[in-house]
């Protein structure tokens, strides 16, 4: 890891390179850009540019449903929600003849709705 450090301050000669915290940032940027570049023109191409939206905000949900069954760590149960939510969205966006975008945004919105009113009906401790 040194080398590529030795590399970075070598080829960006900033002040701001003298931090690890912002060494790491860089590559990991360098190393998710192809990724995310693949990704988005499979997005684009398949019409489901709504989607990275209502699965970020599909998050409030798996966090509102770790709260209910009392998980620690909010990560798990919105990682697992995500994943579900993707998985049922495709099956039905397979399974009828309506657009993506359509069903997207029902999803999106019952997904949301759906975490608002856990939360809200959850007694404070």
């Known amino acids: ?26 590559i990991a940027i360098i190393l998710s850009t192809p990724i995310f570049a693949i990704l988005g023109t499979m997005i684009v191409n398949n019409k489901m540019a709504f989607f990275s939206d209502a699965l970020g905000h599909s998050a409030l949900t798996g966090i509102a449903i770790g709260m209910v069954l009392g998980i620690t ?3 798990i149960s919105m990682i697992f929600f995500a994943v579900v939510f993707a998985l049922l969205l495709n099956f039905v966006k397979n399974k009828t003849t309506y657009g993506a ?6 999803f999106s919105s019952i997904a ?5 009113a ?6 404070k401790l």
């Open 118 to 123: 856990m939360l809200a009906t959850r007694r």
């Open 73 to 75: 760590n909010m990560n």
């Open 1 to 26: 890891m040194e080398l590529i450090y030795n590399l970075l301050e070598t080829i960006l000669p900033f002040d701001f390179m003298q931090y690890t915290f912002m060494k790491n940032a860089l």
């Open 112 to 116: 949301i709705a759906l975490g608002l």
């Open 101 to 106: 975008d359509t069903i997207i945004s029902v």
